[in-house]
């Protein structure tokens, strides 16, 4: 008979953990074991308690699957109806099978199919019977990934939760040496990353001064040294500071003295004495350190946010906005007559601001491989001292003078290679499998966010923001791999620093796509669908269908409100819109056509007449273009806004520009419903055409204000019938070319007294109601 062969061995607490073997055993089988000397006591692992990991466990003549109800989303939660397991073992069809039941504690659910039914070796996933799909938990012991990229539960027959022993010592053992265990002829390594995952502190990290003292904090518990280098800016030898360590894993020290405007930086053996950057420092001279001791203040604005439904966006780059390198020069230019304020948008999403990798200060880049979360990147300071604290704390001052929101991009899915967390502990704060990093960002290191210090990380850090700076709100980079249940403690954490908080999703990854998960959160999401679809509408590609649903802010399936929908056709990422839409080859709008400008403004009139949160590129109102260049991520002479554009196509721009008031004035109330009534639209159909004509208000549950849109994205001239709508009650405002709230003088859409409307090619229209 086969011996058992044990594969993994890992601590639970510094005293008791788990031993894993390749079969079910008997305890009878087993050799004495010892770990450092110490003798240790085995006895089967609960079977419970390995289902709650695995989903699944054996009993006699039956699997039992077991879903933990408290791993649930809020969403899977909330809903109503019944859950099913499907596998290999019934073809992943869950139809007429018998549901699971809810266990007598009310803790998870439960469903028993005899042993009969499954092979030595089979895959399975819980489904809720409105067919969604539950993936895997992060941790689970058998989650395993197929050829197709899908992560699955591995059933295995010979694994049946008794191959399980847990295990107890006599007394705590120091974890940070990395104990072995020896079972009769067997040694291992003890894994002490589930140990670690369960640890938590609430004690403050970093470096702050009170009371004429220092303090200084680390979260690391797996290292077995820590120590603190503090010199200031003149001489690079200063004095070295051993920190103590305690029960959570928080080594730290208590120095006199007030060490503001000092370097500091830490110095963990793990187990080579290394380097490292506090992951906490509030300010650094350069993303590889050293850190600065800075004084902080609490933001004292009373500015306030723009709510969700009135947020009218406009993306940009510190650098792109100004051509220069620094906030403070950001900060110059908005004081100014200028490009950012005359558009009128009132929310300026930044590209990620924090330290970020540059071998060198003034070196180019978006900003989405980050080193530090604390701290606004020093290639934005004036000076090597943290005059980026200063500084980026007066932009936000500035923006909020001129009435702008100041959003900023974040990156918590994967950092930079100057990230300091990777030399503390690579393990803790990366998603791996052995030392193959998880790659789902498509940048080398998905961030282990479910972590309880990792999570606290990224929380203090945007707290920090708000408290600090009195920044508006996140958008969250690749907010996928950061899971649904963290999204919804980020939320729930910042709504109580910040009630009225901006929280917006990029909702995919390289893995899957949860903006349905998202909904009824207070999170909106970048719909990618919104901008693929109207690329291809405005090419006479799309259908009326289409344009429907995303006109109603995609709330027949997207979004459960339509302020959950943030519609844009172009961002920082892939080609500009120009050069999307342009009829010349390799995606070069530079010198675009008479076309592919009438496609832009049907495009625009679009974007501003859809129910949701619209956002905007900086500089594409005035048409900029990449010259067909995909991925500029460092490339600023692709990305610098060029200003001689937008007086050459000001026209352009002052039609986005008048898109933009319209949304702001009175009549921009009917665009930002969250639930249109059933019968809010009308549409009238041209025949055999996608161009379409859509009344707003149509039922005057809004009051007595509509709006009459009407688009024609074909290369003829279409009609409409507009029954029970008079043009006497109607005063246009806008067609392709020229907008103005007033309305158009003169007026040239042929809407005739019968009713019939005709549109030109490649042209849009909007009226308003007559008051």
């Given at each position: 008979m086969?011996?058992?062969?044990?594969?993994?061995a890992?601590?639970e607490?510094?005293s008791?953990?788990v031993?894993c073997f390749?079969?079910?055993?008997?305890?009878?089988?087993?050799?004495?074991?010892t770990?450092?000397?110490?003798?240790?006591?085995l006895?089967?692992?609960?079977k419970?308690?390995?289902?709650d990991?695995?989903?699944?466990?054996?009993?006699?003549?039956?699997?039992?699957?077991?879903?933990?109800?408290?791993k649930l989303s809020?969403?899977?939660?909330?809903?109503s109806?019944?859950?099913?397991?499907?596998?290999?073992?019934?073809?992943?069809?869950w139809?007429?099978?018998?549901?699971?039941?809810l266990?007598?504690?009310?803790?998870?659910?439960?469903?028993?199919?005899?042993l009969?039914?499954?092979?030595?070796?089979?895959h399975?996933?819980?489904?809720?019977?409105?067919?969604?799909?539950?993936?895997?938990?992060?941790?689970?012991?058998?989650?395993?990934?197929?050829?197709?990229?899908?992560v699955?539960?591995?059933l295995?027959l010979?694994r049946t939760?008794?191959?399980?022993v847990?295990?107890?010592?006599s007394h705590s053992?120091?974890?940070?040496r990395?104990?072995?265990?020896?079972?009769?002829?067997?040694?291992?390594?003890?894994?002490?990353?589930?140990?670690?995952l369960?640890?938590y502190s609430?004690?403050?990290?970093?470096?702050?001064?009170?009371?004429?003292?220092?303090?200084?904090?680390?979260?690391?518990p797996?290292?077995?040294?820590?120590?603190?280098h503090?010199f200031?800016?003149?001489?690079?030898?200063?004095?070295v500071y051993?920190?103590?360590?305690?029960?959570?894993g928080?080594?730290?020290?208590?120095?006199?003295?007030?060490?503001?405007?000092?370097?500091?930086?830490?110095?963990?053996?793990?187990p080579?004495?290394?380097?490292v950057?506090?992951?906490y420092?509030?300010?650094?001279?350069?993303?590889?350190?050293?850190?600065?001791?800075v004084?902080?203040?609490?933001?004292?604005?009373?500015?306030?946010t723009?709510?969700?439904?009135?947020?009218?966006?406009?993306?940009?780059?510190?650098?792109?906005?100004?051509?220069?390198?620094s906030?403070?020069d950001?900060?110059?230019?908005?004081?100014?007559?200028?490009?950012?304020?005359?558009l009128?948008?009132?929310a300026?999403e930044l590209?990620?601001?924090?330290?970020?990798?540059?071998?060198?200060?003034?070196?180019?880049?978006?900003g989405?491989?980050?080193?530090?979360?604390f701290?606004?990147?020093?290639?934005?300071?004036?000076?090597?001292?943290?005059?980026?604290?200063?500084?980026?704390k007066?932009?936000?001052?500035?923006?909020?003078?001129?009435?702008?929101?100041v959003?900023?991009?974040v990156?918590?899915?994967?950092?930079?290679?100057?990230?300091?967390?990777?030399?503390i502990d690579?393990?803790?704060?990366?998603?791996?499998?052995?030392?193959v990093?998880?790659?789902?960002?498509?940048?080398g290191n998905?961030f282990?966010?479910?972590?309880?210090?990792a999570k606290?990380l990224i929380?203090?850090?945007?707290?920090?923001?708000l408290?600090?700076?009195?920044?508006?709100g996140?958008?969250?980079?690749?907010?996928?791999?950061?899971?649904?249940?963290?999204?919804?403690?980020?939320?729930?954490?910042l709504?109580?620093?910040?009630?009225?908080?901006?929280?917006?999703?990029?909702?995919?990854?390289?893995?899957?796509?949860?903006?349905?998960?998202?909904?009824?959160?207070d999170?909106?999401?970048?719909?990618?669908g919104?901008?693929?679809?109207?690329?291809?509408?405005?090419?006479?590609?799309?259908?009326?269908?289409g344009?429907?649903?995303?006109?109603k802010g995609?709330t027949?399936?997207?979004c459960?409100?339509?302020?959950?929908?943030?519609?844009?056709?172009?961002s920082?990422?892939?080609?500009?819109?120009i050069d999307?839409?342009?009829?010349?080859a390799?995606?070069?709008?530079?010198?675009?056509?008479?076309?592919?400008r009438?496609?832009?403004?049907?495009?625009?009139?679009?974007?501003?007449?859809?129910?949701?949160?619209?956002?905007?590129?900086?500089?594409?109102?005035f048409?900029?273009?990449?010259?067909?260049?995909?991925?500029?991520?460092?490339?600023?002479d692709?990305?610098?806004?060029?200003?001689l554009?937008l007086?050459?196509?000001?026209?352009?721009?002052?039609?986005?520009?008048?898109?933009?008031?319209?949304r702001?004035?009175?009549?921009?109330r009917?665009?930002?419903?969250?639930?249109?009534?059933?019968?809010?639209?009308k549409?009238f159909?041209?025949?055999?055409?996608?161009?379409?004509?859509?009344?707003?208000?149509?039922?005057h549950?809004?009051g007595?204000?509509?709006?009459?849109?009407?688009?024609?994205?074909?290369?003829?001239?279409?009609?409409?019938?507009?029954?029970?709508?008079?043009?006497?009650?109607?005063?246009?405002?806008?067609?392709?070319?020229?907008?103005?709230l007033k309305?158009?003088?003169?007026?040239?859409?042929?809407w005739?007294?019968?009713?019939?409307?005709?549109?030109?090619?490649l042209s849009?229209?909007?009226?308003?109601?007559?008051?």
């Amino acid at each position: 008979m086969e011996a058992p062969t044990l594969l993994h061995a890992f601590w639970e607490t510094t005293s008791s953990g788990v031993l894993c073997f390749n079969k079910d055993i008997r305890l009878q089988e087993l050799p004495a074991g010892t770990i450092e000397g110490d003798p240790i006591v085995l006895k089967h692992f609960s079977k419970a308690k390995f289902a709650d990991a695995s989903g699944y466990y054996v009993d006699k003549d039956f699997v039992c699957f077991r879903l933990v109800c408290s791993k649930l989303s809020r969403k899977l939660k909330q809903l109503s109806g019944n859950f099913y397991v499907a596998g290999d073992f019934n073809r992943w069809s869950w139809q007429g099978t018998k549901p699971l039941s809810l266990t007598q504690d009310k803790s998870a659910l439960e469903l028993k199919m005899p042993l009969s039914h499954f092979c030595e070796v089979s895959h399975f996933k819980f489904v809720h019977e409105s067919n969604l799909w539950i993936n895997p938990f992060e941790g689970s012991p058998n989650r395993v990934q197929d050829n197709c990229g899908c992560v699955n539960f591995q059933l295995n027959l010979r694994r049946t939760g008794a191959h399980w022993v847990e295990f107890q010592c006599s007394h705590s053992h120091d974890l940070s040496r990395q104990p072995w265990l020896q079972l009769g002829n067997q040694s291992i390594c003890m894994d002490t990353l589930p140990w670690t995952l369960q640890l938590y502190s609430d004690k403050p990290l970093g470096c702050w001064t009170e009371d004429d003292r220092t303090y200084f904090a680390l979260f690391a518990p797996r290292v077995p040294k820590v120590e603190v280098h503090i010199f200031s800016k003149q001489a690079n030898v200063g004095n070295v500071y051993p920190l103590q360590v305690d029960k959570e894993g928080v080594w730290s020290v208590d120095l006199p003295g007030n060490y503001s405007h000092c370097y500091y930086e830490f110095f963990v053996y793990n187990p080579e004495k290394t380097k490292v950057v506090d992951p906490y420092a509030k300010a650094l001279v350069s993303p590889q350190g050293p850190g600065i001791i800075v004084p902080l203040t609490a933001y004292s604005g009373d500015f306030k946010t723009p709510r969700m439904r009135d947020l009218i966006i406009l993306e940009g780059h510190v650098r792109d906005i100004t051509g220069k390198s620094s906030f403070n020069d950001l900060s110059k230019f908005l004081r100014t007559d200028n490009y950012v304020t005359s558009l009128n948008c009132n929310a300026l999403e930044l590209l990620p601001i924090n330290e970020y990798d540059a071998l060198n200060g003034k070196d180019y880049h978006w900003g989405y491989m980050p080193a530090h979360y604390f701290a606004p990147s020093s290639s934005y300071a004036q000076s090597d001292c943290g005059s980026q604290v200063r500084d980026f704390k007066k932009l936000v001052e500035v923006c909020h003078a001129k009435g702008i929101a100041v959003i900023l991009d974040v990156v918590y899915n994967h950092a930079g290679v100057f990230n300091s967390l990777q030399k503390i502990d690579k393990a803790y704060y990366f998603r791996s499998t052995g030392e193959v990093f998880s790659n789902f960002s498509g940048c080398g290191n998905d961030f282990r966010a479910e972590a309880p210090m990792a999570k606290r990380l990224i929380l203090d850090s945007l707290s920090h923001f708000l408290d600090v700076y009195g920044v508006d709100g996140f958008r969250f980079d690749l907010a996928e791999l950061l899971s649904v249940s963290v999204l919804e403690e980020i939320a729930q954490s910042l709504k109580a620093v910040k009630s009225d908080v901006i929280l917006i999703a990029e909702p995919w990854s390289f893995r899957s796509h949860v903006a349905l998960d998202l909904q009824g959160t207070d999170y909106a999401c970048w719909n990618d669908g919104f901008r693929d679809f109207v690329l291809q509408y405005v090419r006479g590609q799309g259908n009326v269908d289409g344009l429907k649903y995303f006109i109603k802010g995609s709330t027949d399936f997207l979004c459960e409100t339509a302020q959950q929908s943030i519609n844009y056709t172009e961002s920082h990422d892939d080609h500009c819109w120009i050069d999307r839409v342009t009829e010349n080859a390799n995606f070069n709008g530079e010198n675009f056509t008479v076309k592919d400008r009438r496609r832009t403004h049907c495009m625009f009139s679009i974007l501003y007449l859809s129910l949701g949160i619209p956002m905007i590129g900086a500089g594409q109102d005035f048409l900029k273009s990449k010259k067909g260049i995909r991925n500029t991520y460092n490339r600023e002479d692709c990305n610098r806004l060029d200003y001689l554009r937008l007086e050459q196509f000001s026209g352009t721009h002052a039609y986005v520009k008048g898109l933009i008031e319209l949304r702001r004035s009175a009549y921009g109330r009917l665009l930002k419903i969250g639930h249109p009534s059933a019968h809010y639209f009308k549409y009238f159909y041209a025949k055999n055409s996608s161009a379409l004509t859509i009344l707003y208000n149509a039922d005057h549950s809004e009051g007595n204000r509509q709006i009459l849109f009407a688009i024609n994205p074909h290369e003829t001239p279409m009609e409409w019938f507009l029954d029970n709508v008079s043009a006497d009650t109607f005063v246009q405002i806008a067609d392709t070319e020229r907008l103005c709230l007033k309305g158009l003088n003169p007026p040239l859409a042929s809407w005739s007294q019968e009713g019939m409307l005709t549109l030109p090619p490649l042209s849009c229209a909007i009226w308003v109601s007559r008051l």
